[in-house]
């Protein structure tokens, strides 16, 4: 396969995380092409060297007029879960917050109990269909936690279905055990107990049946404490998981402080980071995953600091979130508004924070993130003249063609049999 006449090539070029001015350079070629074998990016370059690579059997797509980026990568989401939280909306129009919601029985304990009531072929179901979405809108691979179980059967369903999803839908599932998103209701008045039953039943079952990579805990005022995140981390970090944390989301309370101390691959949420956390996450080279989506649902009338972080040397990715509860959408490109018009970052750190630090922050910066000679050819083409464009005209899908492992998924605003 060959892309030729790129308007605006967005290389995103390297395979490390990208901190300060170099988030500002997304590597842009105009006029540019890619040379595709089998799943893997051959040649990158400028004007018509491709010509002498065409065989008759090639597939050649014409980007006049295009912009090409890599694939998007969600490096932060919940979007294996039962039923929705609509019901939620005028409770936060009348000003009720995130935690009141949940210690009212709502929130994640309401999709707790929605999620262990279906089955695993509806659950399944309803989180491809949120993957089509997402491959629709220009999305190649994402994080997934569970979370949404709280109990050993239902988080293990979820896991699987990660794992299911993972081997057959287009997009690549990276998946995250997250049973430390909540107390559950029935453990509410013995925290330690749930805690323990996590450490010692659940973290070495899900590492030996290899059903997630990661680790994550919510370190947040009325969730987990400091003390107990670092209890729950440290022993998923002892078993072989990579670890991530959301962190200081509604106040600050030390996660990110915690998650430069575990040296995690990212802190998540950081709307309350603090600039010792920040400088934390700097000093250890921990991956800022910021979710202004979820600032916008929850009318926080705030957004993480994403300037100060970049300022202060913090490698940042943006991801949406996904979840019922928080931010019911799938589309990075909506993110990409608000991490613009909310955060006042620029198109080209926008670009390299949904690529190839949000690679990094998923750990696979060696295999996607860029289009760059040896990596694999998961590719969005958007039907904008340029960056500035795609970013400016908001609020439609841009999306023109979706390459995943060198073969066209999406094209026509259809998903491609």
Excluded: W
């Excluded at 569970?146 to 794992?163: H, I, Q, R």
């Excluded at 922050?361 to 003249?385: L, M, P, T, Y």
């Amino acid at each position: 396969m060959i892309i030729k006449n790129i308007e605006c090539l967005v290389t995103c070029a390297g395979s490390h995380k990208k901190i300060k001015e170099k988030m500002k350079d997304a590597k842009i070629i105009e006029n540019g092409y890619v040379v595709i074998e089998n799943d893997i990016i051959k040649e990158v370059g400028k004007g018509e060297t491709y010509l002498k690579k065409i065989k008759d059997n090639d597939i050649v797509i014409d980007a006049k007029g295009k912009t090409v980026t890599p694939g998007l990568i969600d490096s932060h989401t919940h979007v294996v879960y039962g039923g929705s939280r609509e019901r939620e909306l005028p409770l936060k129009l009348n000003n009720m917050s995130y935690i009141d919601i949940l210690e009212s029985g709502g929130g994640i304990l309401s999709t707790v109990r929605d999620t262990k009531d279906a089955s695993f072929e509806k659950l399944y179901e309803e989180s491809k269909k949120r993957l089509d979405v997402m491959l629709l809108h220009g999305t190649t691979s994402i994080e997934s936690k569970s979370g949404y179980g709280l109990d050993f059967e239902t988080e293990m369903k979820m896991l699987e279905v990660n794992k299911k999803l993972n081997a057959i839908h287009p997009i690549n599932v990276f998946s995250t055990y997250l049973g430390a998103h909540a107390i559950p209701e029935e453990y509410k008045d013995d925290r330690e107990e749930y805690i323990n039953f996590m450490i010692k039943k659940v973290i070495p079952y899900v590492k030996e049946n290899n059903l997630a990579e990661f680790i994550d805990c919510f370190c947040e005022k009325g969730v987990y404490s400091v003390e107990e995140a670092r209890r729950i981390l440290s022993a998923g970090k002892e078993k072989g998981f990579k670890v991530k944390i959301h962190a200081d989301e509604v106040e600050s309370i030390g996660g990110a402080e915690l998650a430069g101390e575990l040296k995690a691959t990212s802190a998540e949420h950081l709307v309350a980071a603090s600039r010792e956390g920040i400088k934390a996450l700097a000093d250890n080279e921990v991956v800022a995953v910021l979710l202004p989506t979820t600032s916008f649902y929850l009318m926080l009338n705030k957004f993480a600091s994403a300037r100060e972080m970049i300022d202060s040397g913090v490698p940042i990715a943006l991801a949406t979130d996904c979840n019922p509860g928080s931010s019911p959408t799938e589309s990075m490109q909506q993110v990409m508004t608000f991490a613009c018009f909310g955060m006042k970052l620029f198109p080209q750190e926008i670009i390299n924070a949904m690529t190839i630090n949000a690679a990094c922050a998923v750990n696979k910066q060696k295999e996607i993130g860029s289009i760059e000679v040896g990596k694999k050819a998961d590719i969005a083409i958007f039907n904008s003249k340029n960056l500035n464009y795609l970013i400016y005209h908001f609020g439609v899908n841009s999306i023109d063609k979706v390459i995943k492992n060198g073969k066209i998924v999406v094209q026509d605003g259809k998903i491609m049999n």
